[in-house]
DNA sequence: CAGCTAACTTGCACTCAATGCAAACTCGCA
DNA sequence: TGCGAGTTTGCATTGAGTGCAAGTTAGCTG
């Protein structure tokens, strides 16, 4: 008898092997990643690492980048959410600032192995850069969405546009400047540290908002 | 006798060719993509178009995607230019307001054939949209960092860039909504419009900013 | 103008990501 | 027990992108 959560059914075999599988292939690639470098490391070695078919691997990930963000929606799922669960007392700003601390509280994916490999990839691979960054406006249109269907009648399209772009931008710009300070590796296993900045971040971005 | 600008040194013939066949290959591109599709379209048909070899084309574009942003850089080095050039009476927020309705006006690549390629590709090839917004990402950044550098006494990094996030987040969802109400190609060839919404939405930014 | 150099062009061979397809395999269920 | 849906895999193929080496051309200099 397995222990299980209420809500969630009972994961089959089937489910368990795969997550079982997926989750070697995520470790894998961390590991080559770190060990040989990210354009250096073929999908074909991956595979073969985690044990499975070189045509398997796109069975699990779209691209080889995408191994790099395994649940890359994530930190947009839990801040939206954030969002709807709000204090109805609360206005824009104060949920969506929130909504910010909660995911730096609670979002597991950033003291994962594979996120110190990808920080550390960010800053020198193009390509693992730029995917990075798409995610990031991506995750920031659907928030900024989300903000103005909560706010109708406070904010419009654009405001709601304005507001999520002021405290993303702040909060990317103070993860960033964290990173320049310290080694990527120890950021991102230091999840106090992380939350620390995080909130110092909108505090600021608000400091200047109201100015 | 060529007619030339004072400043700019005269451009030697190798450098006018070279800059015929870069445009030749952008004009082919923008022709190909429009009529059979950005991925229907590859690299040695776009080569053998402006009647160069293939090995070739990858002299002037790095990659497939980088011919769709011939001048990618041009807006942030626009907007920084402004922010270096600023009144010196005028305050931070005021100087960037400026900064990004300057573009507005002066954006030649905005009404290019290839930016309405560019604009209707942006929505349905996820590649391009990509790119974009990677190179949107980028233009913040480097925008930040100037504004900072000129207010360093207004304005630390985060400030900066929650500004920043700010003006460019509103800009960018006006285009948006604009896109989405017209066709994409009657957008990006009518540049009055264009001017005219990012000055709306610049001032409510600002109305969010202070409210 | 002869001739040299550096920049540019090109073809060739190669690597690797990614996809379509069809055959084999396996879990879950009746 | 056996069927069907979901998975795995190999094979073949396409297309982006790179390194290299040989050829071509612009532009300069004596």
């Known amino acids: 008898m397995v222990i299980r959560e209420h809500g969630t059914p009972a994961p089959s075999l089937r489910e368990r092997k795969r997550e079982r599988t997926r989750q070697a292939l995520v470790d894998a690639a961390a590991e080559m990643f770190e060990r040989k470098g990210y354009d250096e490391t073929t999908v074909a070695e991956i595979a073969a690492a985690a044990e499975i078919g070189t045509r398997t691997f796109f069975g699990y990930f779209a691209s080889k980048e995408d191994i790099l963000f395994p649940d890359s929606d994530a930190r947009a799922r839990t801040t939206i959410e954030a969002i709807v669960n709000r204090d109805p007392a609360e206005g824009p700003v104060d949920v969506l600032v929130r909504a910010l601390e909660t995911v730096a509280e609670t979002d597991a994916d950033m003291v994962s192995p594979m996120a110190a490999v990808r920080m550390r990839l960010f800053r020198t691979v193009p390509a693992v ?12 249109q659907e928030i900024a969405r989300a903000l103005q269907a909560a706010f109708p009648d406070e904010l419009d399209r654009v405001g709601a546009a304005a507001l999520t772009g002021a405290l993303t931008g702040a909060v990317n710009s103070a993860l960033d400047a964290l990173m320049d300070d310290e080694d990527a590796a120890t950021v991102a296993l230091d999840a106090d540290r992380l939350r620390e900045r995080v909130q110092q ?3 600021l971005a608000l400091r200047t908002w109201r100015s």
């Not at 850069?129 to 920031?140: P, V």
């Open 129 to 140: 850069r730029g995917k990075a960054l798409q995610i990031q406006m991506s995750a920031q």
């Open 201 to 203: 971040a909108t505090e």
